[in-house]
T-cell receptor
Framework: DGGITQSPKYLFRKEGQNVTLSCEQN?????MYWYRQDPGQGLRLIYY???????QKGDIAEGYSVSREKKESFPLTVTSAQKNPTAFYLC????????????FGQGTRLTVV | RKEVEQDPGPFNVPEGATVAFNCTYS??????FFWYRQDCRKEPKLLMS???SGNEDGRFTAQLNRASQYISLLIRDSKLSDSATYLC???????????FGAGTRLFVKA
């Protein structure tokens, strides 16, 4: 079955540590996105990528980094520079750009302890 | 002003009721419009696209008003299973950054 997979589902991190969230898709989609969602809030765009080896900052990129070495993969690193990292992180992909439906992974719930 | 604004609700309605959500957007050059549904602690999923002429899918009707820059979602004969958060989604013309509204929470009660 085609889809988009995020791992892990739950992640706990100590303050000051970097952590990487995985996102893999086998839908052959060119575009991939990372969003952050806080309780009772909408989705905020962190980074997006249109093609391999290219990515752009979204609205809240500070304290995060990404890579797009393969079409299928778009990992997100939450660095120690992100002051308030506890949130629900959602990865999505779409055929091209924002004019087509985006498919989401099941999300990673990150908690800083 | 936010690029996409929605009434956060919550909307509390009885089963069988008709409920309508509105969403306004600030960029007049916006091209694509969608409604997504998000269940508690789950990922959003596409409910329906919104076309210029309006479109219907069963109990759900979506409409676009470009002149006033808003889209709407109408749910008829509400079911308990319709309880969720409904996200309005807008993409500007030629743009890549899909913009999500904060969502409107709906509770349908027996």
């Amino acid at each position: 079955d085609g889809g988009i997979t995020q791992s892990p589902k739950y992640l706990f991190r100590k303050e000051g540590q970097n952590v990487t969230l995985s996102c893999e898709q086998n839908l052959n989609h060119d575009a991939m996105y990372w969003y952050r969602q806080d309780p009772g809030q909408g989705l905020r765009l962190i980074y997006y990528s249109q093609i391999v080896n290219d990515f752009q900052k979204g609205d809240i990129a500070e304290g995060y980094s990404v890579s797009r070495e393969k079409k299928e993969s778009f990992p997100l690193t939450v660095t120690s520079a992100q002051k308030n990292p506890t949130a629900f992180y959602l990865c999505a992909s779409s055929i091209k750009g924002g004019t087509t439906e985006a498919f989401f992974g099941q999300g990673t719930r990150l908690t800083v302890v | 002003r936010k690029e996409v604004e929605q009434d956060p609700g919550p909307f509390n309605v009885p089963e069988g009721a008709t409920v309508a959500f509105n969403c306004t957007y600030s960029n007049s050059a916006s091209q694509s419009f969608f409604w997504y549904r998000q269940d508690c602690r789950k990922e959003p999923k596409l409910l329906m696209s919104v076309y210029s002429s309006g479109n219907e899918d069963g109990r759900f009707t979506a409409q676009l008003n470009r002149a006033s820059q808003y889209i709407s979602l109408l749910i008829r004969d509400s079911k308990l299973s319709d309880s969720a958060t409904y996200l309005c989604v807008v993409t500007p013309t030629g743009g890549f950054k899909t913009i999500f509204g904060a969502g409107t929470r709906l509770f349908v009660k027996a």
